[in-house]
């Protein structure tokens, strides 16, 4: 349903863009209806330009990112299919007004005609449908709310359209362990409706928990993308290990990731030539070989 | 001065329950009060003032360079006129120099800080350009060429050119406050709701700045009552009407100082200091309520 | 409080030091302002609307100087003057005069001058259409041949011209005499160039000057500091502060500071304080409709109530002008039954009801009346922006005006945009006061009715108004002669009965010569008092020749 | 025994009331223990952690004592507690980033902060200590905005613990930086207590498999009150609280998938601190509370040094 | 660092274009020409004279050339420091007249920006420091800043000059003196200093005292400030460092007020009659004299130009910031 294809986004950064800068290289995936696809990197690797980029809220230097065939076009009618939640729940409503405004701005954009009161049905059975309690939710501003209900009303709010495909960029690293795993489970159903998502995280344990594929990105390109049971549990790449290794796990002592002083990943990464080691299973090494696992 | 001070970007917005907050705290802030209170008792008196007047202050007098009695509270001008009635009707032109000149300054302001600091890019370098061209002329020497030129003839025209030279601290102030707020999700969000720039800036990004705009505004109205006084002394001001910055410069002209007129010279420059002064107090009184930081525990 | 008599050690001229060669000894200095509103820009005499205050008067002098007082010529470079015969009047010049650079002063140097006027930029270039020839008969005596005799007019010319050396001014281009600074000037009078700066010009006494001798005269003050107005109110601070002692500036207020106790004097103790120097006249286009109707100026005259800007505006420092406009100095040549018969004065009601007469009525029943076709009239009075006593002055007049039922509006646009409008005649009615005293009435009737009407009306007759008849009868006024006060006389009568019928330019309020003296250093200033000196207490330009020199020559020191 | 908290309680000055941030917390740390103290947002880490150093202006010391080898904190005073921060108690602060003067460079305003402070710089120790977290001499030489985000984290930790203060709060250290760099700093913070730098150590997180794996303790709190204490592998394997056990079984390890073990998380939301009702605070959100909920449970120490506040442990 | 400083010489460049552009354009299109004023200045009857008068200074100000060309002619005489001649003073050449002003507007502008500057900001931080001091010079220096120049120039003369007369109120030397290199002709030049400069100082002051103290309790606040106290750091390193950065932005701030400052100066110029450029200006507008008038604009648009450059370099100086190459976005 999503397809990347050779994505690149360039910044120009300096005075007068006196400076490139590549924040995204040459990234191909896609995303399939009722699939749940996890993109992993750590900081500053792209992540967000993607999301930004599929959502046409920064524009696309270079490839092609299309949504049932139809490229990028930011717009009512593209939103109606194609929508985002983000990582900073508390940002993503302007303090100044009631929460609910988010659902307003859905209806004067898409359902002008429609009655305010089936509206109001609409919205609370919706708000139902993410396992808040309209009651309790409605007709408050944002700060007399949680991050776990802010962040689930926006869930709400895409549902509320005709939806196809949502990008949720981070939206648990802002929430507590506890409120968290209840917005992951919500994505999850989603999925089960049978909507596309691409789901951007740092936390690889949630990447892993939710996902059916796994793109792991860095420095804006992909290093291995593949099924998330052999991503995670056959790693081939060795930053996709080392940063496994780096991850805490509460029952196992931290391991200390092989050595890769004779990797040149960086080098071999920046050609974008990627090489199925498995079918499904796409690593970016040209030395998988000569690699210690 | 501190009309022309960039004012430290604060963390952008106050949410909204915040307002009720916000509303406790001014209602309890010394400076806030007392300012506000200067202010609008100032603003009243021009206002109400010459309804309670007779005349409108230009009329010659039988009782020339009088100091202050029970008649006459402020005394009399070397024509008779009474400093008092002219004070009043000086205020209002004042009050209407501040706001106009302050109010079309904020707009441009508005206009450029927004449109530069939302959509980035080569509009807001060739807007920034402009700021900082229109911002290292002297504003000033601007105006009285143009002035002098142009002749000013009325209170509007003035507030007129004051507003187009004043703006630009307070467009680069408005564009940092809103290049910090376009990165904030909720624009993005209105965004995937369908909303263009416009609606963009008017419905998300400037209620979040209200208090900070307000506080721009209060700054230059503030320097716009400064400025005119400035034109008006020197002999650019308005031709018909009376302002507080024409009494000094009539009372200059006809040498109110070397007479010992003192009543002449100083209820007008007493009262730009109190607005002005008054303006500036409730500003950081503002700032104080909006800014949880400064606030007194 | 202002502190009144105390004069401060602090004040802007501190106490003389005449050790110090850079600081003038106060005793021996005169400090002086309200002549020079820029700084002095130049030295050179021709220029008679900018030269440095002095230039004439002090450094360059006149053959004669004109008394205002007795109403004659005083010889002055000249010993004699005379008219041998109708068309030729021959000039003696006195012995020993010598310019400041040694040179002897001769005829040569007059006829010179007179013939630098054949220049076309030079100011009294016009000479040279009614005079035929200038020469030097010998080294004193000066001939000078008229092809029309314009009596009043030579007279003027004979105090009022500054007589410059030839062997310096021999080869200027016409372009260095119009426009030249001219520094260092070399002139045959009192005082001499010392220094100058943008906000002075400082003159010091030539002891070998020769009217010591011949007229037996001497300037008291060593040096005489005249100070650049920057304003009024500078004038009266530094007057207050006794850092001037001679302000001929017009000072708001200046009553006061003679009933006060300032130590501050004017020639007269009480109102009007000050002798007149010149009319403020009401100029109306008269080519503009219902300004060509003498009826309707008749009528607007009525309604300008005079005596309140006399006393509102200038707190009686001024005084109401004669319906003729005719200076004070000038009253012998007033025909009193004339003004009688036919003269103007406020009055609301008569003036509406001249109005009335005349057919202007109030159709509409706005309160003000319409033309006699019943179009509006509006009419704008100009002064300019910035000349605070007149744009009182023109509100007041509107105001009145208005009552009367004649709708004037004001309007103060920049000077030089008036002027273009004046030029062109491109205004409704405006204030104007530009032609001083002279030694004869004629220069006020030229300047009112002047002929022909050019293109551009630069100086006179601004209002465009045609009469010829008058315009002869000034013609004819310039050829009477000067000591025939009776011809004048009768010519001026006929005049100044078609003035007050068709009243063109209405009179209204002499302006003063302003001067404020202060007797802190120096005394004996003149003033209605008795024992006091009765001649023009100014530096004025033009006015040195009018008394003003001879002001400074009866000085005293007021220590001594 | 090094660091001996009784009964400490601090609450925030704020128009609506007094928010209860810390309501009677008592702990003791030993020498060269890590303390990792875990719990949700806005359970009051911070506010102990700041506690111990320095209250910003709205917090208010209502009781309790703090005793750090045997001397008695001041830490309502100012002033007094002037003489015990950075060489008794120091801090990394959870600014990092923002903690160094931009318009110095570091080398410079270690050694003036020094200065003021009395001591003296010892550039050899310096050294080891910032090749000890691997950074390069030459930072000293540069200032702060010329450093990436993890060299500054480093650089505050040498700077923070150069007086070998006995207790150091580190808050949140490792929040805002990746795995691999969090791994990095993390060990970093062990390498000084082992190295003696510091004596002991409060590790504030919210992230309690990054806690695990760095304290010697852990510490976790709720609703400004403690609610167990206990050795790391303890809270890990054997928790006791039910709050701390619902915490953990909300986590999901990397292996977990959601297709094949759903986790859950706590129903509820913690009470407001500004009016927190009596009796155990997480009664509202507890699975297995009862009527003697309704009393506050004392903390007990069921095993030792595994102490839990819950009538039901 | 190049890249910064060639962003703010193009905007200076530009600058400096649009106010030589306006400036020329102005006199242009504006009612009543300069040549007639002349002429009628003159008070020339003969109307062969006027004319004669009219062609010569239409040709003298160049007023009979295509205006493209007055345009350029007007750019190459700029370059030569020729901005035409006065007619206020005529025939003194602009340059001449605004040369003999401007040592009276640099020493006064000079002194009272930079004392008022060092000094305003000294209180400011000064008062930051305690309630008490906050609550007593923080109100004097708003009642300061808000004052109007030339009002507080008007106190000033009329209490110390004409009252208590220990201060002369107009004029740049006393009329009794010589301009000279002696002790007594600097003592009367200060003696008349004092006032003005006094005016322009405290009204300055103001502003950068309260300016300073916002802008400390700003940096009071930041992250390295508790950062610092929390390691115990006495207040007075605290202070010293806040002080530091919070004298940055006044810099900027310097820069930015720089116009106002300038025009402050030319009001209060005008109240003591002192002989600078806001004295000239004054003049050039009462007489129409466009000459001098374009004259000192450019002067002062150039003054503040290189002021603002003067002030871009000690930034990159003294900001680090700068210097790392991050500022270079904010021109
Ligand atoms: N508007 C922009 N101009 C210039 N560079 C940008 C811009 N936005 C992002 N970048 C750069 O692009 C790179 C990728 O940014 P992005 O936000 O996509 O990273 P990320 O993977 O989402 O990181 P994080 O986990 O911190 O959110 C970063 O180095 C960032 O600095
Ligand atoms: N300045 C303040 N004024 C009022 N209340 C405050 C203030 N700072 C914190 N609080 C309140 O005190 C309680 C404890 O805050 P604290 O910052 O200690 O929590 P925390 O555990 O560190 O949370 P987090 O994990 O989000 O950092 C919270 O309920 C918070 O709302
Ligand atoms: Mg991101
Ligand atoms: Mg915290």
């Known amino acids: 349903m999503l397809k990347l294809d050779n994505v690149t986004k360039v910044y120009k950064v300096g005075a007068f863009g006196g400076k490139v800068f590549a924040a995204v290289d040459g990234v191909s995936f896609d995303v399939q209806a009722g699939e749940v696809v996890s993109l992993i990197g750590e900081s500053g690797s792209g992540k967000s330009t993607i999301g930004k980029m599929i959502l046409g809220l920064a524009s696309i230097t270079g490839g092609s990112i299309t949504v049932d065939g139809v490229p990028v076009k930011p717009g009512k009618d593209y939103y109606r299919h194609v929508q985002g939640v983000f990582q900073d729940p508390f940002s993503c409503y302007n303090p100044v007004f009631k929460a609910d405004r988010v659902f307003q701005m859905i209806k004067d954009a898409y359902y002008p005609k429609l009655g305010d009161k089936e509206w109001d049905e609409r919205v609370r059975s919706t708000i139902r449908d993410v396992r808040l309690d309209p009651d309790q939710v409605l007709g408050r501003y944002p700060h007399q709310l949680s991050g776990g209900q802010l962040q689930r009303l926006l869930i709400a709010r895409a549902l509320l359209l005709d939806l196809k495909l949502l990008v949720a960029d981070e939206i648990t690293s802002m929430l507590d362990a506890s409120t968290r795993i209840d917005v992951l489970n919500l994505l999850a159903e989603l999925k089960e409706r049978g909507l596309g998502v691409l789901y951007v995280t740092h936390d690889l344990s949630l990447g892993n928990y939710l996902a059916e594929r796994t793109v792991v990105l860095r420095r804006g390109t992909v290093v291995e993308m593949g099924a998330t049971g052999k991503v995670f549990g056959d790693p081939l790449h060795p930053y996709t290990r080392q940063l496994l290794a780096a991850v805490p796990r509460l029952h196992a002592p931290w391991e200390d990731a092989a050595p890769t002083q004779t990797c040149h990943y960086h080098e071999n990464a920046a050609s974008g030539a990627m090489f199925e080691a498995e079918p499904g299973h796409l690593v970016a090494c040209a030395q998988l070989d000569a690699c210690p696992k | 001065m501190t009309a022309l001070q960039e004012v430290p970007a604060q963390d952008a917005a106050a949410p909204a329950g915040v307002r009720r907050e916000a509303l406790y705290f001014a209602l309890r802030n010394g400076k806030l009060l007392t300012g506000f209170g200067i202010v609008l008792t100032l603003f009243l008196l021009g206002l109400l003032g010459p309804l309670f007047l007779s005349g409108t202050g230009s009329e010659y007098g039988t009782q020339p360079m009088q100091p202050p009695s029970a008649e006459h509270w402020f005394g009399t001008t070397t024509f008779g006129q009474d400093v008092f009635t002219q004070f009043v009707y000086g205020l209002r032109t004042t009050f209407v120099v501040g706001a106009m000149g302050g109010g079309i300054a904020a707009v441009i302001a508005m206009l450029v800080g927004f449109v530069a600091g939302y959509r980035g890019g080569l509009v807001d370098e060739a807007l920034n350009m402009f700021t900082n061209i229109v911002l290292v002329i002297p504003t000033l020497a601007v105006l009285l060429i143009i002035n002098a030129y142009l002749g000013v003839r009325s209170v509007g025209a003035q507030a007129l050119f004051i507003g187009l030279t004043s703006w630009p601290w307070a467009a680069r102030a408005i564009r940092a406050q809103t290049f910090s707020l376009r990165t904030r999700d909720f624009v993005d969000l209105a965004r995937l709701s369908g909303a263009n720039t416009w609606k963009v800036i008017t419905r998300e990004i400037a209620p979040n700045m209200s208090s900070y705009l307000f506080m721009t505004f209060i700054l230059l109205f503030g320097g716009s009552v400064l400025i005119a006084s400035s034109l008006d002394f020197i002999g650019l001001g308005p031709t018909e009407g009376i302002s507080l910055g024409l009494m000094l410069q009539n009372a200059n002209q006809w040498s109110a100082m070397q007479l010992g007129m003192w009543w002449w010279f100083i209820p007008p420059g007493a009262g730009i200091t109190a607005i002005v002064g008054s303006l500036y107090v409730a500003n950081v009184g503002l700032d104080e309520v909006f800014n949880p930081k400064l606030r007194e525990t | 409080q202002t502190p009144a008599g105390q004069a401060s050690p602090a004040g802007s001229a501190p106490a003389a030091n005449p050790a110090n060669p850079n600081s003038l000894p106060r005793n021996e200095t005169l400090y002086t302002s309200g002549t020079q509103w820029g700084p002095p820009a130049n030295f050179n005499p021709l220029r008679e609307w900018d030269y440095a205050t002095g230039t004439e008067g002090l450094v360059y002098e006149s053959l004669f100087h004109f008394d205002p007082n007795t109403s004659k010529l005083v010889p002055w470079l000249a010993e004699s003057g005379s008219w041998t015969d109708d068309k030729t009047y021959e000039i003696k010049l006195r012995q020993g005069v010598t310019w400041s650079d040694g040179k002897p002063f001769t005829a040569k140097d007059v006829v010179f001058t007179l013939e630098l006027g054949k220049m076309e930029t030079v100011p009294y270039h016009n000479i040279w259409e009614w005079i035929e020839k200038a020469e030097a008969v010998d080294d004193q005596t000066v001939k000078v041949t008229f092809s029309k005799s314009n009596y009043q007019e030579w007279d003027f010319q004979l105090y009022g011209r500054a007589i410059v050396p030839q062997h310096v001014w021999e080869g200027r281009s016409e372009q260095e005499v119009l426009d030249g600074k001219n520094e260092n000037p070399i002139g045959t009078g009192a005082y001499k160039y010392m220094s100058h700066d943008q906000d002075r010009t400082v003159w010091q006494r030539r002891d070998d000057w020769w009217g010591k001798t011949a007229l037996k005269m001497e300037p008291k003050p060593r040096y005489i500091v005249d100070i650049v107005n920057s304003s009024n109110e500078v004038a009266m601070g530094l007057l207050l502060q006794k850092g001037m002692d001679l302000s001929n500036n017009f000072l708001p207020g200046a009553a006061n500071l003679v009933k006060g106790n300032f130590g501050i004097s004017t020639y007269y103790p009480e109102a009007p304080y000050m002798l007149s120097a010149n009319t403020a006249f009401l100029v109306l286009n008269t080519t503009k409709k219902p300004m060509d109707d003498p009826a309707f100026r008749k009528a607007l005259a009525s309604s300008i109530d005079t005596k309140k800007i006399v006393e509102g505006v200038y707190g009686n420092l001024v005084k109401p002008a004669s319906p003729t406009g005719l200076l004070p100095q000038w009253e012998q040549f007033v025909d009193q039954s004339v003004v009688s018969e036919k003269g103007f004065s406020f009055d609301i009601a008569k003036a509406k009801k001249m109005l009335a007469d005349a057919g202007y009525r109030d159709r509409d029943g706005d309160g003000l009346v319409e033309n006699k076709d019943g179009s509006k009239i509006s009419l704008n009075l100009i002064v300019p922006s910035g000349w605070t006593d007149w744009m009182e002055s023109i509100r007041v007049i509107a105001a009145s005006a208005k009552e009367a039922g004649i709708n004037v509006t004001t309007d103060f646009p920049d000077f030089n945009a008036l002027v273009d409008k004046r030029s062109k005649g491109d205004f409704d009615m405006l204030i104007n006061n530009e032609r001083q005293l002279s030694n004869t009435p004629w220069t006020y009737y030229d300047y009112m009715f002047q002929l022909p009407i050019q293109k551009t009306q630069n100086t006179v007759n601004f209002g465009r108004y045609e009469n010829k008849k008058v315009w002869e009868l000034v013609q004819q006024l310039d050829q009477v002669k000067t000591d025939d006060v009776e011809g004048m006389k009768k010519v001026m009568s006929e005049i100044q009965e078609i003035h007050l019928d068709e009243l063109p330019i209405i009179p209204l309020w002499y302006n003063g010569l302003w001067s404020q003296v202060s007797s802190a250093a120096w005394k004996n200033w003149p003033s209605s008092a008795e024992g006091t000196p009765k001649t023009a207490p100014t530096m004025w330009r033009n006015w040195l020749e009018l008394g003003g020199f001879e002001t400074l020559t009866q000085l005293q020191p007021a220590a001594s | 025994m090094s660091l001996q908290v009784n009964d400490l309680r601090v609450y925030y000055r704020t128009l609506k009331g007094d928010v209860k941030a810390l309501d009677g917390v008592s702990f003791s740390m030993e020498d060269g223990e890590i303390l990792g103290l875990a719990g949700e947002s806005g359970c009051g880490k911070t506010t102990l952690g700041k506690s111990l150093i320095r209250m910003d202006g709205r917090m208010r010391h209502m009781g309790g004592t703090v005793e750090l080898d045997g001397r008695e904190l001041p830490i309502g005073d100012d002033r007094r507690m002037n003489d015990f921060r950075f060489r008794e108690v120091s801090l990394i602060p959870q600014y990092s980033m923002s903690a160094m003067n931009p318009t110095r460079k570091i080398g410079r305003m270690v050694r003036e902060l020094l200065r003021s402070r009395g001591a003296t710089l010892d550039l050899d120790e310096l050294e080891s200590r910032l090749s000890l977290v691997e950074l390069p001499h030459a930072v000293l030489d540069r200032y702060p905005i010329e450093l990436s985000g993890g060299m500054k984290q480093r650089m505050v930790m040498v700077i923070s613990t150069l007086l070998d203060p006995s207790l150091l709060i580190a808050d949140e250290v490792t929040s805002a930086l990746d795995v691999s760099t969090q791994k990095a700093v993390a060990r970093a913070l062990i390498g000084f207590r082992d190295a003696g730098f510091v004596k002991s150590m409060i590790f504030v997180t919210h992230d309690l498999a990054l806690t695990s794996h760095i304290a010697d303790t852990i510490m976790v709190m709720y609703a400004g009150k403690l609610a167990e204490k206990a050795p790391a592998t303890a809270i890990v394997k054997k928790p006791r609280h039910p709050y701390t056990k619902l915490l953990l079984d909300s986590l999901p390890e990397v292996g977990v998938r959601y297709t094949e073990k759903r986790l859950a998380g706590i129903a509820g939301s913690p009470p407001s601190l500004l009016d927190p009702p009596a009796g155990c605070r997480f009664r509202s959100r507890c699975p297995i509370a009862g009527e003697e909920c309704v009393q506050e449970p004392p903390m007990a120490e069921i095993e030792p040094n595994h102490f839990v506040a819950c009538w039901k442990a | ?331």
Do not use: C
């Not at chain 5, 300069?34 to 109307?47: D, E, I, K």
């Not at chain 5, 007249?97 to 060092?118: E, Q, R």
């Not at chain 5, 003005?196 to 802008?215: D, E, H, K, Q, Y």
């Open chain 5, 1 to 331: 660092m190049r890249r910064y400083f060639g962003r703010k010489l193009l905007v200076y460049g530009l600058t400096f274009f649009v106010a030589v552009t306006i400036n020329w354009m102005i006199p242009r299109f504006m009612p009543g020409d300069p040549v007639s004023s002349m002429v009628a200045r003159t008070g020339a009857s003969n109307p062969a004279a006027a004319e004669t008068m009219r062609v010569y200074y239409t040709n003298l100000f160049g007023f009979d050339q295509p205006l493209w060309k007055q345009y350029v002619n007007f750019w190459g005489a700029l370059f030569q420091g020729d901005f035409g001649i006065s007619i206020w003073v005529f025939p003194t050449p602009v340059t001449e007249v605004i040369l003999g002003a401007v040592p009276y507007t640099l020493g006064l502008m000079i002194p009272s920006v930079l004392l008022s500057w060092v000094v305003g900001n000294w209180f400011g931080a000064y008062a930051a420091r305690r309630k008490v001091l906050d609550n007593t010079l923080l109100p004097v220096g708003y009642v300061l800043t808000a004052m109007p120049y030339m009002w507080l120039a008007v106190l000033l003369a009329w209490g110390l000059g004409v009252v208590a007369g220990w201060f002369p109120v107009a004029g740049g030397y006393s009329f009794s003196m010589q301009p000279s290199w002696s002790w007594e002709f600097i003592l009367d030049l200060l003696h008349h200093w004092v006032l003005p400069f006094a005016s322009l100082f405290l009204v300055a002051l103001g502003g950068w005292a309260i300016g300073m103290r916002n802008m400390i309790i700003y940096e009071l606040e930041s992250d390295y400030s508790n950062y610092l106290a929390a390691l115990g750091a006495p207040q007075r390193l605290i202070r010293r460092y806040a002080f530091r950065n919070a004298v940055l932005p006044q810099i900027t701030g310097l820069a930015l007020q720089l116009g106002v400052l300038v025009a402050g100066a030319l009001v209060t110029e005008i109240v003591f009659s002192y002989p600078g450029l806001g004295s000239l200006i004054l003049k050039a507008i009462q007489n129409q004299d466009f000459f001098l008038l374009q004259g000192t604009f450019l002067f002062i648009v150039l003054g503040v130009l290189i002021a603002n450059f003067i002030i871009d370099i000690v930034y990159v100086v003294v900001d680090p910031r700068t210097r790392a190459g991050m500022a270079g976005a904010a021109a």
